[in-house]
């Protein structure tokens, strides 16, 4: 569930905002037991901030919380 999600959201029009999602559900997935994920996360963070992942993670860790 949590891989679809994230390539739907890196395919999108790579504004900030879906890059921060793609690489939040990336990370889920990576979490998750998605070796596959990984190189895909990395792919995107080289698009994105410091301060943008940092929020892709913080987002996460909040996902995660909350289940």
Request: hydrophobic share 50%; with cysteine.
């Amino acid at each position: 569930m949590l891989f679809p999600t994230c390539c739907s959201n890196a395919a999108s029009t790579g504004q900030a905002d879906s890059l921060i999602a793609a690489h939040k559900w990336f990370n889920l997935a990576a979490l998750k037991g998605r070796t596959d994920a990984i190189p895909l996360r990395r792919e995107v963070a080289e698009m994105m901030s410091e301060i943008e992942i940092a929020m892709a993670q913080r987002e996460a860790r909040a996902w995660m919380t909350a289940r």
